[in-house]
Structure formats: C-alpha cells, structure tokens
C-alpha cells in the first residue's frame, strides 16, 4: 500500500458518528457558493470553500427540512482537477439514501476552521406533472418525437398496446428530438437496417436532441445490425443510445431490454486478446448527465450476448459514461462479455448501488474514474466468464484508459458481495493486479475463485489507496486490511438469487466470518443493529433484495 490520505482514514476508523420533478433548474456557476445537484435519492454537493487544502477535509451533515436531528454524511475530501471545468469544485460528494420530494438542509464545515456554509436542496419527485398525452398505435415506420411539453406539463407518448416493428428495415423505432417527454409502455423490435453496412451506431430509441426525457414500462428486443467483417453484431448498437452533449436528465425506468438480434464476440474470437464486440442495451457516449437508469432488466442469452450491457464512453475523458450526478440502481444485468455496468470517464457524483450483476466478464468497469468521486455500494455480482466454460475477469476492472493520467479521482467501494452461486466466482476485486489510485474499500465480501488470486490489487503504481474491514480469501498488499477478515463466507440457509421472483437473500449466517465485523460508514451503514454492521451488502434482518422492474428503494 502507498500512502494514505490519513484524515479520511482517521474519520473512517472513529465512525462518525417546494418538491422539484426531474427538471430541475440548471446549476449556476459556483464560485465560492456551494451547490446541491439532485436526482430522486441523492444530492451531489459541490464547494470551494477558501482555505481548501489536500489536509483538509469538508464535513457533511444534513436533515430533512424542519427535522430537529442532524445526520452525518461522508466527508468530502479536496481534489481539485486541472485543465477542465468538469469538476465544479475543489470539493465534492454526495447524499445517499434520501427520500423522493423532500427537502433537506445540508451543513458543510471546512475541518479545523470555523468556515461553513448551510444550504437547502430538495430532491426531484417521482410525481412528474403532465400535459398533453397521444396515444399511439402499432406501425412499422419509425415514431419520430419532435414536440415538446414543458417542466409543468410533460408530453406523454403512451404506446401501452402497441408494437412498433420496423422489421429491420429501418435503424430506429423511436427518435426523440424534443423536451419534457415520457415514452411510456412501448413494444419496439426490429430496429437496425439490414442495408445499413457502415459503422456507426442505431439505436432503437435514439435521443438526438433533448433534456428532461423519461423511457419507462418499455420492452425493446431484436435490435442491432450484423458486421459482415466480423459476423458478430455490431459494436454498441442499442436499445437506448444518444451521443448527444446536450442531453440532461435521461430517466430510463422499469423497462425490459433484452434479446438483441445478434451475437457478441468474446475476447477469444477469433483468437486472443481482440476485444468482445457487439450490442448494448444503453449506450450513452459524452452526454451532460444527471440521468437516472433504475428498476430496469437488461438480459439476453448465450447465443445472444452483449459487449457491455449498460456503458458508453469517453472512458480515458472529464466526461464518459454515464455521465455526472447520476445513478444507477435496482436493476438486474446479466449477460455480456466485457462489463456489466460501464462506469468510466468523469465519474464526477456518479453513484451505482442496489443492483445484480451476473453472466459478465467484469462485474463493473471503472476505468479510468478522471474526476469523482465514483460511489460502489450494495451491489451483488456472481458467475464471471470470458467465453463459455471459462472462468472470467474481476469485480471492478480499476486500472486506467490510455493514460494514468487519467487516474485523478476519488472511488468509495462499500458494502459489497461477491456472492458464489456456482464455481464462476470472479477470478480478482479490485482489478486483479490492475492500476488502482485514489480508492477507498470497506466492508466488502471480496470472495475470489482462487485464494492465490488477488483480493486487491498490488501493482507496484498503486497510491492513495485505504482497504480494510472487508470479508477476502485472496492475496491482499502488506500492511492493509488490518481490521479485515480473511476467509470464506458463510450464508443463511435460504441465502440466493431466486430468478422467478428476481429477489435474493445473501445475508451471512450468524456465526460467519464478516458477521458483525463491519466498520459503520457515515450515511452508507445505516439500518443495523448491534455494535456494527455486517461485512457484505445484505444486513441480516433485512428484507430481500429486489432487483428489476419490481424493484423500489426502502
């Protein structure tokens, strides 16, 4: 391990202890101002405050608006990122965990000094107001969205009953050029021309123009076009796409993505290493961000494989995919031979927890994280393959994108399982014996394939970087993980993945190695009980995790 940033590990060890829609008012300069960017369960709160400085930490605190006790949040740490206007402020971070059409009042305090600053932020509702609503019927022409509603009367495009099949003769379903609209309950198959032999990518829903955009209820299958060059798919065809640099607040919700028409290639084919390329169920390249992609099913099968399932890029960039203040939670993914959720870029308040990975290469891909801070929680991953019958890559794929140069930003992974299904456990955590800088792990179930693989990564460029109080069985750097467990969890009985009711239980058995062994982490470790929490991301005595289009936050 290189050296820490040790107020940050200093606060880790003592354990600190009017309702808005999605279209929200666009954030102003900042200066030394503080700023609040929110979605419907979290606040990314940016400042710089004077006298900022790398010894110098923000502390966070925050109630609900009238509430007479204060909570405290992760701290914020300094990190200002030169040569780009992608950061905002010398310091930034986020507010987990919140409730929908609330407002709440955040207390930031520059360590050491009596310089603070108070501000009121209230999250958006999941109560969008709506105008006009048009009615559409089934064709096999593409639906071209070019009206807009406004903030206080969303347009709605209801296809509930409809089927849009363009039978592969034409690339999209759907093309939106507009503002404040929902596409609401849509059938759309057939996407990608058949004609279509040049590079480029189609996207059955392709947003061209916009902000403030929800995709909700819909089921997209059947899209893509075949690369003769390579008989495999296309790379990045989607069901979702836009490469738009405009584009805020993209809200993809309860939808079912699944089956594209053609196969992805693994990293064998046709022999290795050449990249898996293929089709995506999202792919957003640059946009401006503030999406929110939840409750969503993205799934295929062996035959039909994806690339990455949800991803894009820059990824060596101040921007990426998918995109700043944004989240992605409570969706199940699965099926994909490079990354299951792409995260890579900017990363700046880019926040993913809450969600079931399975049948990936890499579980996450975060590669690079140029900004941050990039927030990793609760997720569950199990069974990595590279090709069929193989074993497959890591947990988080870390290490950089052209550069270590890009390798500026801060990542929290927290309260994580790697849960064994079958023998396809992931072969490393963080990264293998990748790049990793700037990274804080705590409470992780690390269970790797093989104990002589690695937990964390010892590549000798490491820096920055704080592990310990998580559950491991591989090889760890000396002298980190000095709380850590080393072993092999234990679960409860009726502990798995049950895929008819998309539920699971991976809770640990009372006398498990992790149970109870957890380090509380401000706003991240709420709801245990007893003197700390449990290692993983399933607390005992809690409900099952849902994942999918049945899925809410608590």
């Not at 608006?65 to 992760?74: C, D, H, R, S």
């Not at 009042?105 to 109560?127: D, F, I, P």
């Not at 990793?436 to 010892?458: C, E, P, Y």
């Amino acid at each position: 391990m290189k050296e820490v940033r040790k107020t940050f590990a200093m606060m880790l060890a003592a354990g600190l202890s009017a309702a808005t829609t999605a279209a929200a008012a666009e954030p102003q300069g900042v200066g030394n101002a503080p700023l609040a960017i929110p979605t419907f369960h979290c606040l990314g709160l940016y400042w710089s405050p004077p006298g900022g400085a790398p010894d110098k930490e923000v502390k966070v605190r925050y109630r609900r608006q009238g509430a007479p006790e204060w909570k405290e949040a992760l701290p914020m740490r300094y990190n200002p990122i030169p040569k780009t206007d992608e950061d905002l402020a010398d310091y930034r971070g986020s507010i987990v965990d919140l409730k929908p059409a609330t407002t709440y009042e955040v207390q930031l305090t520059l360590a050491g000094t009596q310089t603070s600053t108070n501000l009121t932020a209230t999250t958006w509702s999941e109560k969008i107001p709506i105008g006009e609503t048009v009615r559409v019927e089934n064709r096999d022409t593409p639906l071209a969205i070019t009206e807009s509603g406004t903030a206080t009367a969303w347009r709605v495009y209801d296809g509930r009953g409809a089927t849009i099949d363009v039978r592969h003769q034409h690339d999209s379903c759907i093309t939106v050029n507009a503002s404040y609209v929902i596409l609401r309950g849509f059938t759309l198959k057939g996407a990608g021309a058949a004609s279509n032999k040049k590079k480029g990518i189609i996207g059955a829903i392709r947003i061209e123009d916009g902000h403030d955009i929800v995709i909700e209820d819909c089921d997209v299958s059947d899209w893509g076009r075949l690369n003769p060059k390579t008989g495999f798919g296309f790379d990045y065809d989607a069901a979702i796409f836009s490469n738009s640099k405009a584009l805020k607040r993209l809200i993809v919700q309860r939808c079912k993505l699944h089956h594209p028409t053609y196969d992805g290639s693994t990293w064998y084919e046709p022999k290795y290493p050449t990249h898996t390329m293929g089709p995506q169920c999202i792919t957003l390249y640059n946009t401006a961000g503030n999406h929110v992609i939840r409750y969503t099913e993205c799934f295929s099968d062996l035959d039909h494989m994806y690339n990455d399932i949800i991803g894009g890029g820059s990824n060596g960039s101040f921007r990426g995919s998918p995109g700043p203040d944004s989240d992605i939670y409570g969706n199940l993914v699965s099926h994909c031979w490079d990354d299951g959720l792409e995260v890579e870029g900017g990363s700046r308040n880019v926040r993913v927890w809450d969600n079931f990975i399975t049948q990936c290469m890499m579980s996450i891909g975060n590669a690079a994280c140029s900004i941050g801070p990039l927030y990793i929680w609760r997720n569950v991953v199990t069974h990595n393959q590279w090709q069929p019958n193989a074993t497959g890559g890591y947990f988080l794929k870390m290490g950089y994108a052209g550069s270590e140069d890009w390798m500026t930003g801060h990542q929290y992974i927290f309260h994580n399982t790697l849960f064994r299904s079958d023998e396809y456990l992931p072969t490393g955590g963080f990264g293998g014996n990748r790049i990793v800088k700037h990274t804080v792990s705590r409470n992780n179930i690390l269970h790797i394939r093989d104990a002589k693989g690695r937990s964390h990564s010892d590549a000798k460029q490491n820096t920055d970087n704080d592990y310990d109080y998580d559950l491991y069985n591989g090889q760890v750097p000396a002298g980190c993980e000095a709380h850590g467990v080393r072993g092999e969890p234990t679960y409860a009985p009726d502990a798995g993945y049950d895929a008819a009711s998309k539920t699971g239980r991976f809770q640990l058995a009372p006398n498990s190695p992790g149970a109870g062994a957890g380090r509380p982490i401000p706003n991240f470790s709420d709801g245990f009980t007893g003197k700390a929490p449990d290692i993983g991301a399933h607390q005992r005595g809690a409900p099952p995790m849902r994942f999918g289009v049945n899925a809410q936050q608590p």
